[in-house]
């Protein structure tokens, strides 16, 4: 890569501050953008795929780490400053200007990429889900490498009978491997937000045969939708549920943080059939 600025200068330069309303925290320790670019492992000549990259401290890890960057960014300030550091990066980045929530990533990104991304928080639970979901497994990416606020990235890694166990623990966990990989002090953005961020690496594993990923989001819907009520009483109006309890037989009178991630998918399978 040709030398660059420093992040500073180019928020300076062309007016950046950091948009409310768009979710955006800026990230400028560019130590600490490499120590996140290094999770995926080596991405030496690989693809990468990053969301709301802002004026491009992400990105510039990512390009020094030898990956070909494709960004998606929905706000129009940023582009002249991306547009700046593809040209130092000899074109291995590609800006798309719009919303990550209506683009086709995969045609994108291409199969196989590294999602790595500061998402925003806005909007980083609702990509999290859908990238996790859908019957097509494995899924198009190779991994996740996601930073959120420290308490969904805690929901996300979290273990039955915790506090944070819930609905977002279990679609994480039922076919991929997700672990918190390293926690990011609020000091280190701008503006500091008011709460800590942690980021999370998973990574997809063999999906559990006999399965549907809608039934099993049906079913973690419905029993952590009521999570202080017995299973009996936040399951009753989905179909098949009950029954597939019984024939388990997993107590019905348990409430659904005492579940592992295993009987979850028992029941879902179970309700399949």
Known sequence: M?????LRDVIARHGLS??????????????LLDRIARIPGDLNGERAYEVGPGPGGLTRALLRAGAEVTAVERDRRCLPALAELNEAADGRLRVIYGDALAIDEKEAAGEGAHIVANLPY?????????WLGGEAWPPWWASLTLMFQQEVAERIVARPGSPAYGR????????SESKLAMK????????????????VHIVPKAAPEGVSAATLESLTGAAFGQRRKMLRRSLQSLPGALDALERLGI??????????VEEFVAIAREMRR
Request: aromatic residues 4%.
């Open 184 to 199: 990011v002090h609020r000091s280190a953005f701008v503006p500091p937000p008011k709460v800590m961020s942690a980021v």
């Open 122 to 130: 806005n909007v980083g639970t609702a990509l999290l889900v859908r």
């Open 168 to 175: 977002l623990a279990v679609l994480a966990q039922w076919r």
């Open 18 to 31: 950091a948009s409310k309303a768009l979710g955006q925290n800026f990230l400028l320790d560019e130590q």
């Open 2 to 6: 040709k030398p660059l600025p420093p």
């Open 251 to 260: 107590d019905s009178e348990r409430r659904a943080e005492t579940l592992g």
